[in-house]
């Protein structure tokens, strides 16, 4: 990067060349296992997330706590409590760790980190509580991207009466996307579409059984739903769907501040 930088002064490179070639060399090896890609944030507003399913305890620690070094940050998914706490015994002074440890999405920053507030605003709602842990996934990919959040959980059509006040609440909020999470049937992705004219992101979950077991349900009738604007995303998939409504709502806040301007 210091290369980089020192081309761009001499006149060596264009600033488009510059930021290209910025972009190339935000790959970081680790060992031989895993690549970090630091610059994804940089170039598509999306940071690192690291998946701790399918890997070793010692990997994603190692892996980790390059991020921490590199960054001063990392974002882990799909983490066991065995992950969890091998990283919080080898994290050094000066590094908080939080999320939600039950859904394995936690966060550790070092104390001089801090997330940059973009102005966009990202709904999460949930058709039932063991949609829950995938909820929180999106919710703190969100949250890490500079979005303010506003969930309200176990909302589902069962009880259709609860979705209302919460509903009526974001739409005042004008937020700019909408995640909604639900297994089952996934029919609260559908009715939400259907009376909002916010970009919803549809997260079917696999907390189904018997026909249509593993989330297959609710995938397929958020696929087959009538209401337009309604957009999904795979069964369980929580980071997807908070990505892409954050990428959402922070082009709209960038939107409002040019217009502010």
Not at 21 to 44: T, Y
Not at 109 to 132: C, N, P, R
Not at 135 to 149: D, P, T, Y
Not at 212 to 220: C, F
Request: proline share 3%.
């Amino acid at each position: 990067m210091r290369k980089i930088l020192e081309m761009l002064i001499k006149g060596e490179i264009s600033i488009e060349e510059a930021e290209k070639l910025l972009k190339i060399s935000a790959i970081q090896e680790i060992e031989d296992f895993a690549k970090l890609d630091h610059g994804r944030e940089f170039r598509k507003g999306i940071p690192e997330i690291i998946l701790a399913e399918g890997k070793t305890t010692e990997e994603v620690v190692t892996i980790t706590l390059k991020a921490l070094e590199e960054v001063g940050r990392a974002i882990i998914s799909r983490a066991s409590t065995e992950k969890i706490e091998a990283i919080k015994n080898a994290l050094k002074p000066g590094f908080t760790l939080h999320g939600n440890e039950k859904a394995g999405t936690i966060v550790i920053k070092s104390d001089a980190f801090t997330t940059e507030m973009s102005g966009g605003m990202v709904g999460i709602l949930t058709a039932g509580t063991s949609d829950i842990p995938i909820a929180e996934e999106a919710k703190i990919v969100a949250q890490e991207m500079g979005c303010e959040i506003m969930t309200a959980y176990d909302v589902g059509v069962a009880g259709i009466h609860r979705l209302f006040p919460p509903l009526k609440e974001m739409i005042q909020k004008d937020m700019d996307a909408i995640v909604v999470v639900a297994g089952r049937e996934g029919a609260l992705a559908c009715v939400v579409g259907g009376l909002v004219d916010i970009p919803i992101i549809g997260v079917p979950t696999s907390a189904s059984w018997g026909l249509g077991e593993k989330g297959l349900s609710a995938l397929t009738s958020m696929l087959q739903a009538c209401p337009l604007g309604l957009t999904v995303v795979n069964i369980d998939g929580g980071v997807a769907g908070g990505t892409a409504a954050a990428l959402i709502a922070n082009r709209a806040a960038k939107a409002r501040k040019s217009a502010e301007r």
